[in-house]
Structures are given as C-alpha cells and as structure tokens.
C-alpha cells in the first residue's frame, strides 16, 4: 500500500510548479489609452523621441512634450509623413486631398537641420505624398492613398530624382521597412480588403499580401503603420478608430485599442520620456493617445 501512496505524492509534487505556474499574458487583451493633449488640430502623422513628439498639423510640423505647451517647429503645407535622420527632420509637404484626386505634382521632401535649423528641400514634383520612410541605401519613399488622377503608387525618390509606381500598390499609406532591410510593409485605404502588403525591397515587383483586415461594411481605413522592436506590426484603422496588432510572420491579427476616432498614425515610444513599452498616436480630431499594454506585455 505505500507505494501506491509515495507515487501519488511524487505526482503531486511533481505537478506544483505546472498548477502555479502563471499565465503568459496576451498582447491581444485591450490597452489602455490615455490622452496627452486635445484640440491641436486635423493631425497626420507623428514621431516621438526620448523628449519630445514632433507631428504633423495641416500647416506645421509642431513639437509636444510632457512639461510645456506644443511649440512650432517649422511651418509646412499639408505635412505629412516625419522622420528623423542624420541630425535633421525629414518631413513631406503637399499632402492634400485635392492634390491626389486632381493628380497635382505639388509635394516635396524638406530637411530641416535640428541644430542650425536650415531647412532645404531635398526633392520636389511629388503627387500627394502621405506615408513616408527611407531604404537602406538612403533613397526616400512616398506613399499616396488618394489615387485619382495619374496613379503614382509608392513612389520612390533617388538623390531628389522622383521614380513613380516603384511599386505599383495606387492605393498606399502606412511604410515600415524591417530590421535587415530586406521588406517593405506598406498597406491601403480605401479599399473593403484593407490588406496589408509585403514587397521584397531588391525585386519591388514581388509583393505579397500579408494579411486582409477588412470586415464587413465600411473599409478600415488602414492609414499610417509601424513596426515594433518585438517583430509585430501596429496599423492605424482610421474609419475603425483602431489599432490593430499583426504578426507578418503568421497574418494573425487582433485590435488592441478602440474608441480612437480617426487615428491617423502610430508609433513605438523609443524610451526617455516616452517609454519603449508603450505606444503613441494622433488623431483627425485633435488627439494626441498614450497607449499602455496590459502587465507583462511589450509591443
């Protein structure tokens, strides 16, 4: 009879760490939102750092940060897309509606030096350019999701030289390139697929939808994206007022915030005031959101 009983206890006891071992949390459970600042204006895209958030407002690029009011940085026409490079803000202009409907060749790509705020316009003769990032070989990106007239798809921008349809995606928004270098994610507005693409950046021609994120009714709205140091994904669903997570590894998906009226654009904290463990966006309506995991979870 005792050894029935000490096999009992060995199971028992060997079982303990399974029955108390706690559950990994799910980055699919809902964030928490928080806003920064309201009432800035129709804002299009932003871009934190460790103290401070530039973004764009239909006529200037302004700056945030968490001890004083917002401040202008520069003024601009239609500003959209924002990066920060080799000393210097990298901003689009000419992001207007009627510029793409009308197929108007009004935007450019501005560098403004971040220490002796010289600004110079580094390429010019672009049609409507949103999203905006650059390639590992220093060449620049534009977007645009209002087609209309003279399609000109992700256009791609050489030493100021303008090359339309370098990918020939006409309804295109959100650009994030990978860590290697190797793809470009980008994804589309107004369509009821509201897909999510892949482009091997050595062949542009190869593209491959990563995932559908469209539901019955009104499209998404995919806008802006970005690409988190964990691998994944966070798309910015304007018509949805969401933020979407997505594995481009698997296309599983699943939207983390809602309540967002017109999100227009997303972004990882990059750490300082701003923490890497968070997420931050801008809305049409004026809002400017910390987004906050649930414990344990990173984006």
Known sequence: ????????????????????????????????????????????????DRTGIYYSESSAVMRFTREAAPTKVVDATSPGGLRVKDGALWFVTGDGSRSGALGTADGTI????????????????????????F??????????????????????????????????????????????GKWLYSDETFTYG???????????????????????????GLDDLT?????????????????????????????VASGLTTISSVRQGPGGAFPADRLYATTFTGRLVEITPPAGVTP
Request: proline share 7%.
């Open 1 to 48: 009879m005792r050894l029935p009983l000490l096999l009992s206890a060995a199971l028992l006891v060997g079982s303990a760490p399974l029955a108390s071992a706690a559950a990994v949390p799910s980055p699919c459970q809902a964030w928490k939102t928080t806003d920064l600042a309201t009432g800035l204006g129709v804002l299009e895209n932003l871009l934190p």
């Open 110 to 133: 501005e560098r403004l030096d971040l220490r002796t705020r010289k600004q110079t316009t580094w390429a010019t003769g672009l049609t409507m350019p949103n999203g905006f990032t």
């Open 135 to 180: 390639l590992p070989d220093g060449s620049a990106l534009t977007s645009r999701d209002v087609s209309g007239l003279h399609p000109t798809g992700i256009t791609r921008v050489v030493r100021g030289k303008v090359q339309e349809s370098w990918v020939d995606q006409n309804d295109s928004n959100g650009l994030a390139v990978d860590p290697t």
């Open 194 to 220: 509201s897909k999510v693409f892949r482009t091997e950046i050595a062949h542009p021609s190869h593209r491959k939808v990563v995932a559908k994120l469209g539901a019955p009714g009104v499209p998404k």
């Open 227 to 255: 690409l988190a140091s964990s691998g994944a994904l966070y798309v910015a669903a304007n018509s949805g007022g969401e933020v979407i997570r997505l594995d481009p590894r698997s296309g599983a998906s699943c939207v």
